[in-house]
């Protein structure tokens, strides 16, 4: 890695670990690169195992059906990317946060000019 890229690293380290200060790269069964939280959980898939144990599974097959429905992000094949897949969904997750209330439904009913 060439010394630009290894400082792009760590700056997105750096932000990844203020939000999830465990977080560390972990390889899949495939050798494929995720960054997991401190119970070696896939943090850019949380969303996901949080659902699935909402769900109510009684088999093997309600396991496979639920996940078969639910995409996935698929994990990274070096390092860098799987840090760097991190820290862009944390943004995304940031910027669908902040923005939600200014465009709810309710506000996109009224028009673009009747903003209150």
Do not use: C
Not at 21 to 47: K, Q
């Amino acid at each position: 890695m060439d010394k630009q890229k290894k400082e792009k690293f760590q700056g997105i380290k750096s932000k990844v670990l203020k939000k999830y200060p465990e977080a560390h790269t972990m390889m899949d069964s495939s050798g494929n690169y995720f960054v997991a939280d401190v119970n070696n959980r896939d943090i850019l898939n949380l969303p996901i195992l949080d659902n699935l144990q909402k769900t109510k599974i009684n088999s093997a097959n309600d396991i496979a059906v639920f996940l078969r429905k639910t995409p996935t992000i698929p994990h990274s094949s070096n390092v860098y990317d799987a840090w760097a897949k991190l820290e862009m969904a944390i943004n995304a997750h940031r910027i669908i946060g902040v923005n939600s209330d200014r465009f709810s439904s309710e506000k996109s009913q009224k028009g673009p000019h009747n903003y209150e």
